[in-house]
């Protein structure tokens, strides 16, 4: 992570691109204080963060369909050493059918997965549409690098950021700024996610109120840019309808 997680674009926008050697800070999360965290991954390892929204959905970005999904690992720190019985395959994935690029927004999928979790941590979602204040304390985290140029980490690091005013976020980042997103960390810090981090949870008040969608370009510290995410709060229609059509053809 950037400190914790990223995607990037490439002159214009492009998750997850290969860097070069810029570090981020990032800390150790405490072992099993984020079992809702998923590492989703294909049969190469992690590509992706997620996060357990209810006993068998997992959250994550539209964007890391691309990468031919298998499975989830859930409740677990260090996805090196793995328990099988924390794996998940996934049945079936519900990407935002608006969603194009990570540019014109809607960034957001639903996993289904082939097992109940009903002993694993959730993370609540917004009841609502929010609206986050100007440097609100948040964190997100996950297993993506943690300098450009890097590789995945095995254990979950985390770091805090903070909420940056969309309309200074709208000003600053070259191309604009797609609707229904929220900037936090990355700019005037060395503080936000990197490449393996898309996907994973912004969480504010204990409540996962992002998705990591994308950064800048190709590297993962840039202090004069922010990070971006979708607003979960958006989408809770299109989340609701997904999970009660779920339930119906069961």
Not at 11 to 40: G, K
Not at 53 to 69: G, I, R
Not at 197 to 206: E, Y
Request: with cysteine; proline share 6%.
């Amino acid at each position: 992570m950037k400190s914790a997680v990223s995607y990037m674009l490439i002159i214009r926008l492009q998750p997850a691109a290969p860097p070069d050697l810029q570090a981020v800070i990032t800390f150790s999360a405490p072992e099993n204080s984020m079992l809702y965290m998923a590492s989703v991954q294909n049969k190469g390892g992690h590509v992706c963060g997620g996060f357990l929204v209810s006993e068998d959905f997992v959250m994550t970005a539209a964007h890391c369909e691309k990468d031919n999904l298998t499975r989830v690992v859930l409740g677990t720190h260090n996805i090196k050493n793995v328990d099988e019985g924390k794996i998940r395959y996934i049945e079936k994935m519900y990407k935002h059918e608006s969603y194009q690029d990570v540019w014109t927004g809607k960034d957001i999928m639903l996993l289904k997965v082939t097992e109940l979790n009903k002993k694993l941590q959730t993370t609540p979602l917004p009841r609502s549409e929010i609206h986050l204040g100007d440097n609100t304390k948040c964190y997100v985290a996950g297993w993506g690098f943690i300098k450009t140029g890097g590789r995945v980490v095995d254990e979950l690091r985390v770091v805090d950021v903070s909420v940056i005013n969309p309309r200074v976020c709208r000003e600053i980042l070259p191309p604009g700024l797609p609707n229904n997103v929220i900037c936090a960390g990355g700019y005037k810090t060395k503080k936000g996610f990197c490449q393996g981090d898309s996907g994973g949870p912004l969480v504010c008040g204990g409540t996962a109120v992002g998705i990591v969608s994308f950064n800048w370009e190709k590297n993962c510290s840039y202090p004069h840019l922010p990070n971006v995410y979708t607003d979960v709060s958006k989408y809770l229609p299109w989340i609701k309808t997904i999970l009660k059509r779920s339930k119906r053809s069961e």
